[in-house]
């Protein structure tokens, strides 16, 4: 059955460091996006993609950069993690880029120290 | 900006009454997407409305997309313990060729047996 994973699922840092979380979806999908979900916000739109090579910034996209090498991957780097960081991150898929159903990974918890 | 206010934000019920959110947008929609996401889960698509006035059911639960397309609610009937979770409505935008998608802060549900 087709999926989509995050890894880690949990990850603690410390401020200033890079970190790299994995988004791989087997949908076949050509869009993707990242979301973090905070309590009081509910999901947050940090940076989409439409395609191989596609890359755009969603409303909370400062401090954050993805990239999109090829349909399946679609991972979010945090340049240097800062406590606001602090989050749940759910990547999600679509098969068409509006008026479509995501599929939402598991989530990964960050906490940055 | 584009606001989605959703109400209420938390429900508390006994088994078996009734419950409603509410999602309300500043403009009109071209359509509502509604999620569920489980305690610790991520969020699962539930149904999309697209038409003015437009009315879905699935089993116990109601859609429904205002005349006006700025509104939308779901609606459940004799509420079960396993409805609990936060409900989620979410809008997807296309101003000036730009994407965007729009999620609600959502409504808690906790269902008391």
């Known amino acids: 059955d087709a999926e989509i994973t995050q890894s880690p699922r949990h990850k603690i840092t410390e401020t200033g460091r890079q970190v790299t979380l994995a988004c791989h979806q087997t949908w076949n999908h050509n869009n993707m996006f990242w979301y973090r979900q905070d309590l009081g916000h509910g999901l947050r739109l940090i940076h989409y993609s439409y395609g191989v090579q596609d890359t755009n910034k969603g409303e909370v996209s400062d401090g954050y950069s993805v990239s999109r090498s090829n349909t399946e991957d679609l991972p979010l780097t945090l340049e240097s993690a800062a406590s606001s960081q602090t989050s749940v991150y759910f990547c999600a898929s679509s098969e068409y880029p509006g008026n479509n159903e995501q599929f939402f990974g598991p989530g990964t918890r960050l906490t940055v120290l | 900006g584009q606001q989605v206010m959703q109400i209420p934000q938390y429900q508390h019920v006994q088994e078996g009454e009734d419950f409603t959110t509410y999602c309300n947008s500043s403009?009109?929609?071209?359509?509502i997407q509604w999620y569920k996401q489980r305690p610790g889960g991520h969020p699962v698509f539930l149904i999309q409305l697209v038409k003015s006035g437009e009315v879905k059911k699935q089993k116990r639960l109601t859609f429904q997309f205002g005349e006006a397309k700025k509104n939308s609610s779901l609606h459940i009937t004799a509420t079960q313990t396993t409805d609990v979770g936060t409900y989620f409505c979410a809008v997807f935008l296309a101003p000036s060729g730009t994407y965007k998608y729009i999620f609600g802060t959502g409504t808690r549900l906790k269902v008391l047996a």
């Open positions: 403009t009109t929609l071209s359509n």
